[in-house]
């Protein structure tokens, strides 16, 4: 099974209004990142989140270990937010860093 | 954010055709990664190096695909005999040791 399930998978927002990203593991995790990917593929490293809450601006990230959940707030929305977002894990007992990736939720903030 | 750079942008091959893409990390990054992204957005892990070394790499890499990091060049990842289920985005990765820090990968079409 997928160890990775982000969800929505898709999400349409009014310009100004907040959204709740969700990302969850199947297995426990060693460390996990939060990413945006422009339209062009690059990506955009938006938190490193092992564990706690970390806040950039208008994004916060909590984690949740023991509960094998991350998710990724983006308060007060404007149309340069859309996009797509991933969440990716490096489970534990891997120690080569390679990431795991969830599918993503594509994100599209209205004017 | 990034200062990982991937070379070419867009690569075209004809089927069984050599495939080469070049990837400088972040100077001071030890460890290096390989990701292909298909059309699906389904990312998959190819191969990591540290300093030269590969720490770990999947099967069709260890078939088709090459990879190296020697030291003072670019990294590169060469596929021997392209097929058109290569097609997809080729992401590189630095890291320092945690996070990783992408490039803006190269699109390969294999026609």
């Known amino acids: 099974g997928q160890q990775v399930q982000q969800s929505p998978a898709s999400l349409v927002l009014q310009e100004g209004e907040n959204a709740e990203l969700q990302c969850n593991f199947s297995?426990?995790?060693?460390?996990m990142q939060w990413f945006y990917q422009r339209p062009g593929g690059s990506l955009v490293s938006l938190f490193y989140?092992?564990?706690g809450t970390k806040q950039s601006g208008r994004l916060t990230s909590t984690t949740v270990i023991k509960e094998r959940r991350s998710s990724l707030h983006i308060s007060s929305s404007q149309t340069t937010d859309s996009g797509t977002y991933l969440c990716?894990?490096?489970?534990?007992?891997?120690?080569?860093?390679?990431?795991?990736f969830g599918h993503g939720t594509i994100l599209r903030v209205h004017p | 954010n990034s200062k990982v750079i991937q070379t070419p942008r867009y690569l075209v091959k004809g089927q069984g055709q050599k495939a080469k893409m070049r990837c400088i990390p972040e100077?001071?990054?030890?460890?290096v990664f390989w990701y292909q992204q298909n059309k699906n957005n389904e990312f998959k892990f190819l191969i990591n190096?540290?300093?030269?070394?590969?720490?770990?790499q999947i099967d069709m890499t260890e078939k088709r695909f090459s990879a190296e990091c020697p030291s003072n060049s670019p990294c590169s990842l060469e596929i021997q005999s392209s097929e058109a289920g290569d097609s997809a985005l080729y992401l590189c990765?630095?890291?320092?040791?945690?996070?990783?820090?992408f490039g803006p990968g190269t699109r390969l079409t294999v026609l």
């Open positions: 990765a630095s890291s320092p040791g945690l996070e990783q820090y």
């Open positions: 297995t426990s995790l060693n460390s």
């Open positions: 989140n092992p564990s």
């Open positions: 990716a894990m490096e489970n534990t007992g891997a120690n080569t860093g390679k990431l795991t």
């Open positions: 100077k001071g990054h030890p460890v």
């Open positions: 190096f540290q300093n030269q070394e590969v720490l770990q």
